[in-house]
């Protein structure tokens, strides 16, 4: 296993700490929660760039890297949920743009077709990631208008990249029985 996908796979083994210190009654634990999802967010980024600049691409790297993003920022909009500070239905939003990505990348697969993290994609990833540490480091409150509107931009991107995904993929539903 190359250096990326072992990123990969620590970014994965980093969202039950994540979730345990941000679930954990206690301003510094959640300090560590935001420090935490830094840097799961920096494996990320980090591992993409490995990846490119050595030829070190893979299938598994392709469709590991997506998945370990959305465990992630879903792990986070959870906790959110869980708190109080995010409603049931803006996480079921996010949620489904996720599994339903998820299929079109799982029926392309089946199809030998690897689809990589699209444009939107990436933009929608950045932007979830960037709401959840402005709201984590804001003592977990949405008193500034800021929280909010970072995670609406978050959310209009989710819902943006979802729809690309399925106009660039409807190919892929012709074929399913």
Aim: charged fraction near 15%; hydrophobic fraction near 55%.
């Amino acid at each position: 296993m190359n250096l990326p996908n072992k990123l990969t796979i620590v970014r994965i083994l980093m969202i039950p700490v994540f979730m345990f210190l941000l679930l954990y009654d206690s301003q510094s634990y959640q300090t560590w929660a935001a420090i935490v999802f830094i840097i799961a967010s920096l494996t990320d980024t980090l591992d993409g760039y490995i990846a490119r600049k050595y030829n070190l691409v893979t299938n598994f790297g392709k469709f590991m890297d997506p998945l370990a993003d959305k465990l992630l920022v879903t792990s986070a909009f959870l906790c959110f949920m869980e708190i109080g500070i995010l409603p049931a239905w803006f996480v079921m939003v996010i949620l489904t743009r996720e599994f339903a990505i998820t299929g079109i990348r799982t029926l392309a697969a089946k199809e030998g077709i690897v689809i990589a993290a699209s444009k939107w994609g990436k933009l929608k990833t950045i932007s979830q990631m960037t709401a959840i540490v402005v709201v984590l480091f804001n003592n977990l409150s949405l008193s500034f208008p800021l929280d909010q509107i970072l995670l609406y931009i978050a959310l209009g991107l989710t819902i943006i990249s979802g729809a690309d995904y399925v106009v660039k993929n409807t190919k892929l539903f012709k074929n399913v029985n």
